[in-house]
């Protein structure tokens, strides 16, 4: 089955390390993205990536990392200048393009002890 | 100004009533339209696309205003199931490539 598979579903991190979250695709899409949900809010867009070796910053890239080497694979480091890291991380794909509808992974559960 | 805006809520509602979201976007370039419903601690899932012309499935209305930049979800007959987050999702291209903006969601609780 094709789908959106992200690893791990919980991450527990020390403070000042750095972590990367894992995001695979087998639907064949170009664009991937990487957003971040806090408790109670909408998600908010760190960045995304329309083609292999080209990424964009969102709207709250500070503190993170992103490579996009394959197709199928866009995973997102959380750095330590990251100052409040604890969130629930949702990749997504899409086919490029105006209409298509964005499918999500399961989510990261990040959090910082 | 947010480029994605939706009233938070809770909207509070008794089974069977019919309950109307708003989102407003505002960048007139937008060109693809969504709304998503999220569970709690799940991940979304594409509820409905919103065409100009307005859609309908089942018990759930969507429309497109791009004069006033808003779209709205309409859902009849509420059931207690319908209870989660509806978000909107507005996609527009800028310097090339699209992005995909989420408001921060509307909170629908239906009671027994």
């Known amino acids: 089955d094709g789908g959106i598979t992200q690893s791990p579903k919980y991450l527990f991190r020390k403070e000042g390390q750095n972590v990367t979250l894992s995001c695979e695709q087998n639907?064949?899409?170009?664009?991937m993205y990487w957003y971040r949900q806090d408790p109670g809010q909408g998600l908010r867009l760190i960045y995304y990536?329309?083609?292999?070796?080209?990424?964009q910053k969102g709207d709250i890239a500070e503190g993170y990392s992103v490579s996009r080497e394959k197709k199928e694979s866009f995973p997102l480091t959380v750095t330590s200048a990251q100052k409040n890291p604890t969130a629930f991380y949702l990749c997504a794909s899409t086919q490029f393009g105006t209409t298509s509808e964005a499918f999500f992974g399961q989510g990261t559960r990040l959090t910082v002890v | 100004r947010k480029e994605v805006e939706q009233d938070p809520g809770p909207f509070n509602v008794p089974e069977g009533a019919t309950v109307a979201f708003n989102c407003t976007y505002s960048n007139s370039a937008s060109q693809s339209f969504f709304w998503y419903r999220q569970d709690c601690r799940k991940e979304p899932k594409l509820l409905m696309s919103v065409y100009s012309s307005g859609n309908e499935d089942g018990r759930f209305t969507a429309q497109l205003n791009r004069a006033s930049q808003y779209i709205s979800l309409l859902i009849r007959d509420s059931k207690l199931s319908d209870s989660a987050t509806y978000l909107c999702?507005?996609?527009?291209?800028?310097?090339?490539?699209?992005?995909?903006?989420f408001g921060t969601g509307t909170r629908l609780k239906v009671l027994a």
């Open positions: 639907l064949n899409h170009d664009a």
């Open positions: 990536s329309q083609i292999v070796n080209d990424f």
């Open positions: 999702v507005v996609n527009f291209r800028t310097s090339g490539t699209y992005k995909y903006i």
